[in-house]
């Protein structure tokens, strides 16, 4: 009897002994599969002088794992109905997540959509997100594209269920969320969670503005600043560097005749308005517009100083168009151009892992 106990002790000691350092082995190898740069540490803090964003991680538990799922999601192929496409076709990190050279965009079986690809970062500061504002929230957004027919064209249960099938996902679902169960609400807060982070704030202009040594404008981006104050803040504000308004910024309407925020409030009054564009990184973010039109801040200026439509909602600032002399076109080009932010550009935390 006694010997038995004492068999069955040893039996369970050895068990745990055993199971524990399988655990630690599985641990352990998680740790390769799961972290693959663990150096990477995610945090979001909001930029000196900026405003609180719309957004925060308060029901989304911004986590290193979390970040990487979603960062995988986002260059993952299988959200679409071909596995061709990823989110990254169309948003790619050197574009600051525009579409480079692609005025509309281009989704599965070369089907093309009727709107320019935005650029992504500061995504927290948004109020609505599309170039109508017909979604008003960062979790929600992703549905649109994954089940838009032009784009990805694939159902959400159907990516629930591939990504189920893969083993290497499960785990980096249960690092994140504690659950190896793929499902539709944790695939689209980790994209969240990826998106969110994407900050660009460390421009010269934000350097020269932290007063940052070493770091001055030169007379010349003075005097563009000046006149951004003048003719261009009134939408285009610092430091998001949009309002996130709709307007009818006078362009004529195109060839497909996108009504705008009317495509979504119904109301005459919205036709041809759309949301103010960020005007960081216009470097990298070619063509500009919500179709693409233009493919030179030349062009756009051009457009303001000679080209405005004169609609029944035109925005009332734009009414006299903006006119400016050839030295103020290249002191306002120059302030622009301290908008970039070539430390985003590069940063790899935002790119595809090999
Ligand atoms: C086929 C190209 C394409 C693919 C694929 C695509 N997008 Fe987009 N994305 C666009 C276009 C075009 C818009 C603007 C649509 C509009 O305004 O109607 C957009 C808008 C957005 C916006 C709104 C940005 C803003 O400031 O309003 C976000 C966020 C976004 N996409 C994220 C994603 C994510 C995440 C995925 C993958 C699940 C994805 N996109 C896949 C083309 C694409
Ligand atoms: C009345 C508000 C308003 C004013 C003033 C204004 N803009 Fe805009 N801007 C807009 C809107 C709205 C759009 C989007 C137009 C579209 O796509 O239909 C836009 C688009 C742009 C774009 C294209 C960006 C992109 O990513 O596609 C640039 C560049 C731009 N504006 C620069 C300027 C500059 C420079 C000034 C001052 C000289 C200025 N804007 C003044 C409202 C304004």
């Not at 919500?290 to 493919?295: F, K, L, S, T």
Request: proline content about 5%; hydrophobic content about 35%.
């Amino acid at each position: 009897m006694k010997k038995s106990i004492k068999l069955k002790a040893r039996f369970w000691r050895n068990t745990l002994l055993i199971s524990t350092s399988l655990l630690l082995l599985v641990l352990g190898c998680r740790k390769d599969v799961q972290i693959p740069d663990s150096s990477t540490s995610i945090s979001f803090n909001i930029p000196q002088g900026w405003p609180t964003p719309f957004y925060n991680f308060d029901n989304n538990k911004l986590t290193n794992a979390g970040f990487i799922l979603g960062r995988k999601l986002f260059y993952e192929t299988k959200l679409s109905v071909d596995n061709t496409i990823s989110c990254g076709s169309c948003h790619q990190s050197f574009a600051a997540f525009a579409n480079l050279d692609h005025p509309l965009s281009h989704g599965i079986n070369n089907q093309f959509g009727n709107r320019n690809a935005p650029t992504l970062f500061n995504l927290n500061w948004n109020t609505s997100f599309m170039w109508d504002g017909g979604i008003n929230h960062l979790e929600i957004q992703p549905l649109a594209p994954m089940q838009n027919p032009v784009e990805m064209g694939e159902k959400i249960g159907n990516i629930v269920t591939k990504l189920n099938n893969d083993a290497d996902y499960k785990q980096l679902f249960n690092d994140a969320f504690g659950t190896s169960e793929v499902s539709s609400e944790y695939i689209l807060k980790a994209l969240a969670q990826f998106m969110g982070v994407m900050v660009s704030s460390n421009s010269k202009y934000d350097q020269y503005m932290r007063k940052e040594s070493g770091v001055s404008f030169t007379s010349s981006e003075l005097a563009g600043m000046d006149i951004f104050q003048q003719k261009c803040a009134s939408c285009h504000p610092a430091p998001l560097f949009t309002d996130y308004t709709f307007r009818n910024a006078g362009l004529q309407p195109g060839s497909l005749n996108d009504s705008g925020r009317a495509h979504i409030t119904l109301d005459p009054n919205d036709l041809y308005k759309f949301r103010v564009p960020t005007l960081r990184n216009l470097k990298y973010s070619i063509p500009y517009t919500h179709d693409g039109r233009y493919n030179t801040l030349d062009q756009v200026l051009d457009q303001m100083a000679t080209g405005i439509f004169d609609g029944t909602t035109l925005d009332p600032l734009m009414k006299t168009g903006i006119q400016l002399t050839a030295q103020q076109r290249s002191d306002l080009l120059n302030f622009l151009n301290t908008l970039n932010d070539e430390s985003f550009i590069k940063d790899k935390r935002f790119q595809e892992q090999q």
